[in-house]
T-cell receptor
Framework: EDKVVQSPLSLVVHEGDTVTLNCSYEVTNFRSLLWYKQEKKAPTFLFML????IEKKSGRLSSILDKKELSSILNITATQTGDSAIYLC?????????????FGSGTQLTVLP | NAGVTQTPKFQVLKTGQSMTLQCAQD?????MYWYRQDPGMGLRLIYYSASEGTTDKGEVPNGYNVSRLNKREFSLRLESAAPSQTSVYFC???????????FGPGTRLTVT
C-alpha cells in the first residue's frame, strides 16, 4: 500500500526559530514530491521536487529530496507568526489517466510571538 | 482570474438528504479533482477527471458521484448523505502537462 508519512504531526516554536519538517514515502512508481502550505483555507503550492540532492529555495523556505532515503525535508529559517499553518507533503505516482497526488496527513506548525 | 471557485462555502444536511457541490476553474486546465479533508488524515482523493468527458474513482469514491459538465466545471454529488461524509471538500485543477494542483477555498459540509 502506498504511504506518505509526515513528522512531526505538530510543532510549536517561537519567532526566529528554525524548523525542519519531514516527509517519508513508500510508493510504487515515484515521479515527484510536492509541498503545500495550508492556512485557513485552500492549500497553496510551495515546491515540487523531482531530483535527489537539488535544493529548492524560496525566501526563508527550502526543501530537498533524498530518493535513496525515500524522504524530503522542508526547512523554514527565522520563523514568523505568518508561517503558522499546516504543511502538506504529497507524492505523485505514475498511474491512471490523470496525474494523481497522495497526501500525507500534514504537520501543524504554530509560531508564537 | 478567479482561479478555482466552489459553492457553497458551508452546508448542513440531514442524513439521507442529497446535494451537489459545484466547482469551476477559469485557468483552462484539463484535469480536475475532488478531495475530502478530515482531521489528522490529510487530503484524500474522491474522484478525478483527466479531461472533459472522463471521470475516474480515487481513493474514497463510495457514496459520491461526479459530473464533468464541461472543461470548466466539475461537480460532486452526494445522493444520500451520511454523518461519515461530514468533512471539508476541496476541488482542484491542474494542466495536463503539470502536476501542480490549484485548490479552491473548500466547502465545509456537516451531516447530522
Amino acid at each position: 500500500e502506498d504511504k506518505v508519512v509526515q513528522s512531526p504531526l505538530s510543532l510549536v516554536v517561537h519567532e526566529g526559530d528554525t524548523v525542519t519538517l519531514n516527509c517519508s514515502y513508500e510508493v510504487t512508481n515515484f515521479r515527484s514530491l510536492l509541498w503545500y502550505k495550508q492556512e485557513k483555507k485552500a492549500p497553496t503550492f510551495l515546491f515540487m521536487l523531482t531530483s535527489s540532492g537539488i535544493e529548492k529555495k524560496s525566501g526563508r523556505l527550502s526543501s530537498i529530496l533524498d530518493k535513496k532515503e525515500l524522504s524530503s525535508i522542508l526547512n523554514i529559517t527565522a520563523t514568523q507568526t505568518g508561517d503558522s499553518a499546516i504543511y502538506l507533503c504529497a507524492v505523485e505516482m505514475s498511474s491512471g489517466s490523470a496525474r494523481q497526488l497522495t497526501f500525507g496527513s500534514g504537520t501543524q506548525l504554530t509560531v508564537l510571538p | 482570474n478567479a482561479g478555482v471557485t466552489q459553492t457553497p462555502k458551508f452546508q448542513v444536511l440531514k442524513t439521507g438528504q442529497s446535494m451537489t457541490l459545484q466547482c469551476a476553474q477559469d485557468m483552462n486546465h484539463n484535469s480536475m479533482y475532488w478531495y475530502r479533508q478530515d482531521p489528522g488524515m490529510g487530503l484524500r482523493l474522491i474522484y478525478y477527471s483527466a479531461s472533459e468527458g472522463t471521470t475516474d474513482k480515487g481513493e474514497v469514491p463510495n457514496g459520491y458521484n461526479v459530473s464533468r459538465l464541461n472543461k470548466r466545471e466539475f461537480s460532486l454529488r452526494l445522493e444520500s448523505a451520511a454523518p461519515s461524509q461530514t468533512s471539508v471538500y476541496f476541488c482542484a485543477s491542474s494542466d495536463h502537462s503539470g502536476i501542480v494542483q490549484y485548490f479552491g477555498p473548500g466547502t465545509r459540509l456537516t451531516v447530522t
